[in-house]
């Protein structure tokens, strides 16, 4: 990760004021006039999504209404070899959406159409810039809900999800974005259309859906998502377990997924999360508690009811000093306030906070939020835990003061130093948030050679010429090579 | 698909004998003289795999020891430009082990050990020579098996099951291959050591793991696997309904879905395979039904107590004349055992069957089952249906006789016409058997010139040369472009 944002080129720059007068013709001979924003304050707004330590504006911004449009865009493109960048809501959190000066933004919100919802097959077909909850709403008339569940659902989009693989509070029980969606609609960066994937269980020859889904923008546009629906839980009841310790919270994770539970949600938060969160909403949470769990079930009456003594009773085993359960929708949806307005409500303890998004095997949990809780010390940072337990997904986030000298330089080598412990117990870099422009260093930890070589000649049977949001998710071998030589990365390990 | 066998090229052809005779030596400089086959009575156990109405016997074939061996074969052969076909059990039914005449097999049986298993994290890192049982078999002693179980388990390597992305009874519940591999240690072609995947719930970069798995082959060859396993469920049943129409069966299989209920296992099987399989076993079935469905249900004690009395009732309201409960497990295993032994049981019927492998949308199955009546009847050629109905993967065994002349053109034809039904319903041509050699041509009803140039682009992002199992999974853009010019191909539908 990288909090330091590289130098801005300015709009008017003489080079790229001349790029732009060379482009606009060109595309005005296809696309209505409001489909183009050449101005600077017309394309400021896109200057960065959600990681907004990163700025820069693009050269122009497109908004076409037809896949034809989007065709003829990327073939022009690919013809004057210009940098696209595609953009759905711009909620992303590591600036895969970031612009680049002599790029143009390719964004999706004009097509915001459901296009087809089949309540039979419990299949909804939708365009790209259809908000993810909008989904869920729609498909309610009948029952059904669609399950993945980013933080930011209400702005985010189904296309940024498919560029992300998103996730979200259920995801441990109904899986990420790649486990419900069925088939994308994808243009190519040489503007051919192809569909990945189909409403079959399994597809011939290779999937190129599953390697399509999280790949950030890097492999194609995508211009229609057909996505599973799923029935609405008969019941859904929570219980809220208190720790006076992190670790014992870490392995009662470990001891529900053991016992062959699979909850909605398990939801861990840590001491400075809970105190700031009930500062933040009163949702009445144990404020003198390390650690707190959230743990949700759904299912039919009987089988929550079976499932919400089983969780109690292993809770109780693990050692939680409180255990409270639900008693209706409205205490459950309590329980879950604080967490879903923990961000926020951290953000309210420091002037700045950094969330970081790693990925561990469960069982290394209890390991890393204690040597998380040394690092915290070392570098006299706090560092407030809000996660996706039961997934081994972490959001620890960093608490500094960026007008403090060397402050931001601290915590972007802590969020470091937490992201390669994630690979040093077997996990991963991400979780749901994606590489982008955040993470790119952090993946020359994570791969050889060898893969990132693998990784880039996949996205050259894509995108021949690397103009499909280049600079992103994968690094280049040149830029690894000089990470691997950065004097304070002796703590650095490789796999 | 295809059942009739091109022309074989004799293993002493003249220019096959020059290049055995030069590549020999350079074989044998780095492998033990027991590694390397290259007499025609020792390569003629590989001349097919389990579709052996073709057969073709390799250059060579060579028994590697070691991941380095591995790759200095794959290296030689790149360098020298042979062909290579990596094969496991031979199990597989869509001739994606067929050798060439001018390319070696590489055998991964030597690769047979299982190198770690860890029952706290629930894995097993097994070399891919491992077979697919044995993994249970060492997990049993922890109270966990491996999921993932296609009939041929007894005998199918993890390797093969990597590459075909294998399904099994289980696998409504559980899910394919690629849902429950995390790992998977590749070489490619040009001799690289790259590892695909990891132990955590997302990877950072593209998903090459989803993209690797089911590949059939022709992306790297695999030296090692890491698998998840799962705890053995507290009790498991079983009903067997018998039901007076094949489309009631059908239409039962999406009420149990529709009520939110996961069988592990849900089967039918028609009259002709419900009788076939009756004679053959005994295993006590209604043998004046026109169909029975078979519904496992897994979990704790509880659980399944309660799914199984939802599941008879959803079964009689359904229309089924008849629902047996198990009452115990050997009377669970009878109503598998049948079931179990279809294939051989139909294969009494007739001198030979041709096992077809499609997947279509649930919802469509009764639908399927009618027009697949209807286009039997038309092709006068009896079809016995047997398949994972929960899925929606179908197995239709078209008996036939190849004495008779015309009839094996005529199954060949009705084979193809019900895999493009397949695809006219919105599904696939393939479940869990591969395109392989069989369903080559009928991958160009699936795909489009873009999506079949993509295919091919992906490919050589992993093997520049097109080495590795040429001519299988996904056909040139000329092989399609004469199979669209059949003149019986009249009736072929494009997506």
Redesign the interface.
Known sequence: MSLIQPTQIPFDDTRLATARAELLPALRAFLPEDAILARQEEVSPYECDGLSAYRQLPLLVVLPRTVEEVQRILRLCHEREVPVVARGAGTGLSGGALPLCDGIVLSLARFNRILDLNP??RTARVQPGVRNLAITEAASAHGLYYAPDPSSQIACTIGGNVAE?S?GVHCLKYG?T?HNVLAVTVV?MAG?????G???????????L??Y???EGM?GVTVEVTVKLM?V??RAQALLAAYDDVEKAGRAVGDII?A?VIPAGLEMMDGPAIQAAEAFVHAGYPTDAAAILICELD??N??VS?QVMRVRELLLASGATEVRTSKDDAERLRFWKGRKAAFPAVGRLSPDYYCMDG???R?ALPEVLRRTAELSEEYGLRVANVFHAG???LHPLILFDANRPGELERTEELGGRLLEL?VEV???????HG?GIE?IN??CV???P??L???H??????DSKGLLNPGK??PTPRRCSEYRQLPDRQHAHS?
Chains 1, 2 share one sequence.
């Not at 189909?198 to 190129?208: C, K, N, W």
């Not at 000649?457 to 894509?462: N, R, S, W, Y």
Request: proline residues 4%.
């Open positions: 039979d097959a693989n996730g990420l790649v190519t051919e259309l192809v569909e990945l189909s409403a079959a269980l399994d597809s011939a020859g290779y999937d190129l599953a390697l889904i999280g790949s492999l029935p839980p008969e053991a062959g299912g039919t009987q089988e079976e990925t561990i095997p069982r997934d081994g997904n994630c077997g996990g991963t870099i991400t979780g749901e590489v993470k952090q993946m994570q791969f050889s060898e893969e070589r693998q990784f000649a996949v996205k050259a049977a894509f998710g994968i796999h």
